[in-house]
């Protein structure tokens, strides 16, 4: 699995970005099956930076209904990343 297949994508909400600017912690989603020494070595590759720490999270996926019939969108995993004081990822910061 390469770095591509395990970093989704970036979540960039209100929560997120106040985290972003107080401690430089970056907000991804992540494959389900990686653990946090896989999704340091990705962000670090990806975006060539120093990752400090990797906290992860899986978040379940809610239930919707359409008229009587009811599913459940998939679960997904969060991971938060600190990194180091000097470094930034410039796709958050909208260049």
């Given at each position: 699995?390469?770095?591509?297949?395990?970093?989704l994508?970036?979540?960039?909400?209100?929560?997120?970005?106040?985290?972003?600017?107080?401690?430089?912690?970056?907000?991804?989603?992540?494959?389900?099956?990686?653990?946090?020494?896989?999704?340091?070595?990705?962000?670090?590759?990806?975006?060539?930076?120093?990752?400090?720490?990797?906290?992860?999270?899986?978040?379940?996926?809610?239930?919707?209904?359409?008229?009587?019939?009811?599913?459940?969108?998939?679960?997904?995993?969060?991971?938060?990343?600190?990194?180091?004081?000097?470094?930034?990822?410039?796709i958050?910061?909208?260049?």
């Open positions: 699995m390469n770095e591509y297949d395990i970093v994508r970036p979540i960039i909400t209100e929560k997120s970005s106040l985290v972003k600017e107080s401690a430089n912690h970056y907000v991804f989603e992540v494959h389900r099956d990686v653990n946090k020494i896989e999704i340091k070595k990705a962000i670090e590759k990806l975006f060539k930076v120093k990752v400090i720490s990797v906290k992860t999270s899986v978040i379940d996926g809610k239930t919707r209904r359409v008229g009587k019939f009811s599913g459940k969108k998939p679960d997904w995993k969060k991971a938060v990343v600190k990194l180091s004081p000097k470094d930034k990822i410039t958050f910061e909208g260049a």
